[in-house]
């Protein structure tokens, strides 16, 4: 059944009306009739089946008995700290982390930063890359589109580490024995609640690598540095790679 | 120190001869001098830190004392069997896996599968390919070249299952409660011996899903399915995931 991430307003009792695209989409691409039934997601982690009620032109009119919670999510918070990277490569790390299922993206400046900050490109990019999340999030089946938040400086990043229950930092030169241990006493600490309290944050530095300076900063600022074994990886496939193992760790993946 | 990979044929005792791009990148880009240092890798486990003694056009020689296994390299062999996906994306696993730890590639075509296979263009295209696995495992520092096979027909991927400790294939529409188990099983097992004689197929379909008389033969022929969680990944996503999965869990990531 084809689904749909349709605006929280758009959401009455048992009623939703999709418009836009998104009912282009159900009218000439899925050329559904009347008494068709589509998926509807709020894109915060709650979805229905309705039925379709009532098409004109630009809205479909659906109804649904009742919003139930999406089972594509995980039941672990993950959020991408990710250094911003040159080329469109910030795009793969969004799509990708995505379908693995992070919740939320902080790009960020660092020192070692290649890439030329524009202010003014900035809102066309975000824009561009929530696009990217909603539609990767349609893909795989998720109830929730992640969070794509404004490129942070340096210092607004660590000023974040409070608000997640642990904030791991990848560093190439750490010594490789930290990363499960540190993961298994969050997970395990936190097992009896299912993991609906755990928030973690994965900072990946630029293709340069963060310095030295910064890492002591970052270990001020309550974060565990963590090494992803004795392969360089790029920047771009760290994310992936942390956020695999973290879902892994946590029962989201692999059972 | 830079990295480079030298043909077997190329190193005698103690003395290693560097050709072609490679002895070009030494003298016109590293722009080094005699008596400078780097590192030789004979793409299969062996390397050496090796001293500059001759410079000339198109051959730099260099003296070692003696070839040790490289660290970078995983204690488990894990092989990812991929149905040819669309477009470049098997140069993205290619690239990623051998970032990641992958030892061999073996690509495949299944009933599903959506590309042309183009017999006259496959030598140029495994030389592609295999290019991308060199300069992935010298950026990230190992000491392997992962191998690529040609392209197999689904019976001859199945024919190489009994070659392997476990074939495992992933299955969108199975129960996700077994890959973890499964894994620590096959490892557990064998951590007495440190990992070394565990190989591991990962097989992956294609963007349409393997068929269900796919999954049938497969497990007939000995693999196992797994699933990668609740949210559905794109086939270039599932490789990457799975494969850091098995090497978390192997102790090669994350410590």
């Not at 749909?4 to 999709?18: C, D, L, S």
Request: proline share 2%; glycine share 8%.
């Amino acid at each position: 059944m084809q689904r749909y991430f349709i605006a929280r307003e758009q959401f009455e009792t048992n009623t939703v009306k999709v418009q836009g695209d998104d009912a282009f989409h159900i009218q000439n691409v899925m050329r559904a009739k009347l008494g068709d039934h589509i998926i509807v997601a709020d894109g915060a982690g709650q979805e229905a089946i309705a039925e379709i009620v009532a098409l004109s032109k630009g809205t479909v009119e659906a109804t649904y008995s009742e919003l139930t919670n999406s089972a594509g999510e995980a039941r672990i918070d993950v959020w991408i700290a990710q250094a911003l990277p040159k080329g469109d490569k910030m795009e793969t790390i969004i799509q990708k982390g995505t379908e693995i299922g992070a919740n939320r993206f902080v790009p960020f400046i660092s020192e070692r930063t290649i890439v030329q900050y524009d202010a003014k490109k900035e809102a066309k990019r975000i824009e561009r890359w929530a696009r990217i999340a909603k539609e990767a999030a349609e893909q795989a089946h998720r109830g929730r589109i992640p969070a794509i938040e404004a490129v942070s400086s340096w210092r607004e990043l660590l000023a974040m580490v409070p608000q997640v229950t642990v904030a791991f930092i990848c560093y190439e030169k750490e010594d490789a024995q930290q990363f499960r241990e540190l993961l298994q006493a969050v997970i395990s600490k936190d097992s009896a609640s299912h993991n609906t309290s755990i928030r973690i944050m994965l900072i990946v530095g630029p293709e340069g690598g963060l310095t030295e300076g910064e890492i002591h900063e970052a270990e001020q600022a309550g974060c565990r540095t963590i090494s992803l074994g004795r392969r360089i990886l790029r920047t771009e496939t760290a994310a992936m790679v942390g956020l695999s193992c973290i879902l892994y760790e946590s029962g989201e993946i692999g059972g």
